[in-house]
């Protein structure tokens, strides 16, 4: 695996993420707090979105994956999570719960809590989460005394593992990630109301225009779970990836799944990638009429790219196009 000596920062420069190169033109960052099973927290989210600011400005970066460490991890008695063993990867254990519950009214109003943990929606590449659920072996009489969960992007849902309550939450994580794939043993719920709180990285906002009012509102109000395959029927994820780990695979089959898409996506010219990404995502904030007005002017636009005659030009001439991103 490649790790970045360029433009993006080497893994060591950070301290909770890991920055690799594992395909060209693509970006794997890795949630790695394995001592906090991955909990999100400001100083995560500063580095984070220092790593796609220095991938989205980077020439030879066309598509970003993001994912959790796949570290096994017990869980001491001084850790967040106790009596558990993960053998599996875990995305992320959701919000650091301790980092917010000693916080006022005046703090995060002030400091506009939250606000850095949606930067990403600047970010101009294609964006990828691969959400793996991590295999919890209990050792505790009471479950309930731990928890462990990992945020999927796109509407701030909390990924839960199967039959385990939910004493505690994770915001917003990934909220402007373009395409989900997710482990088919995740389980999605939004647990703020669980902790006298709302969705406040854009939760209650996004999630009514995927899954319909009604539905919202009860996953909302009651904090209800539901499954990765709810998940994909409703479209909060893109697919469920179900396939097995082969023995000697490096990643999990859905972060496989996650890098084999990214190559795609970065075999195209980046003026396209990223101009269908500003298209789509205007289609989520505009009218239709003027969401298909910025739709009509942006085709217009790469017109006067090389990559348009160069693409047009190879598919007339039954060859394979040699994108130059200009």
């Known amino acids: 695996m490649l790790i970045f000596r360029r433009s993006l920062s080497t893994a060591s420069t950070f301290q909770n993420i890991l920055v690799s190169r594992p395909r060209s033109s693509v970006a794997l960052l890795t949630l790695n707090r394995p001592k906090q099973l991955n909990a999100l927290s400001t100083p995560l989210f500063h580095e984070l979105n220092q790593a796609l600011v220095q991938a989205n400005d980077d020439k030879d970066i066309s598509a970003v994956v993001l994912t959790g460490s796949e570290k096994a991890f017990a869980g001491p008695s001084s850790s967040p999570v106790t009596g ?3 053998t599996f990867t875990t995305f992320t254990a959701g919000a650091d719960i301790k980092e917010m519950q000693s916080k006022t009214f005046a703090d995060v109003y002030s400091n506009d809590f939250l606000a850095s ?12 989460a691969a959400c793996v659920l991590p295999y919890l072996s209990p050792q505790v009489s009471d479950p309930t005394s731990s928890f462990i969960n990992a945020t999927v992007s796109a509407v701030q849902l909390i990924v839960l593992p199967e039959n ?3 004493p505690s939450s994770g915001p917003l994580t990934f909220s402007r990630c373009d395409i989900i794939l997710a482990s088919p043993t995740a389980k999605f719920g939004l647990p703020e109301i669980t902790l006298g709180v709302i969705p406040g990285g854009g939760g209650t906002q996004r999630l009514a225009g995927i899954v319909g009012k009604s539905r919202a509102m009860e996953l909302v109000l009651t904090g209800r779970q539901f499954d990765a395959d709810e998940a994909e029927r409703w479209g909060v994820v893109s697919r469920v990836v179900r396939t097995e780990k082969k023995d000697g695979d490096e990643h999990l089959p859905v972060v496989q799944e996650a890098l084999d898409m990214a190559s795609k996506i970065a075999g195209f010219g980046q003026l396209a990638t990223q101009a269908a990404k500003e298209a789509v995502n205007a289609a989520l904030d505009l009218p239709l009429s003027e969401g298909l007005r910025l739709e009509r002017r942006i085709f217009h636009s790469l017109f006067a790219t090389n990559d348009q005659k160069e693409g047009m030009s190879a598919f007339a001439e039954k060859r394979k196009p040699t994108f130059t991103n200009s």
Do not use: D
Request: charged share 15%.
């Open 84 to 86: 558990y063993i993960m």
């Open 117 to 128: 943990w949606t930067a990403m929606r600047a970010i101009r590449k294609p964006i990828i």
């Open 164 to 166: 385990q309550p939910l």
